[in-house]
């Protein structure tokens, strides 16, 4: 079921229902839904979600480095 068809599935089902509570848990439901932070990925730059994504692939491929082996570089 793609998007379009779910929300007429959705519309018809909520148009059908009578109990308030319901209702008012669907309403509810949808207006967190609505007002939910965004998901910060898409505040990210290019740049940013590059650097993320190489450094996942450097762990799916095993390469990884003990913390203190880190810091050593930097102390």
Known sequence: MNTLELKSELHQLIDSLEDEAVL???YTLLIRQQNAPSDFWEKLNAMQK????AGIA???AGKTKKIAEVLKKYQ
């Open 24 to 26: 008012q848990s669907f």
């Open 50 to 53: 590059a650097d993320i994504e």
């Open 58 to 60: 450097d762990l799916d």
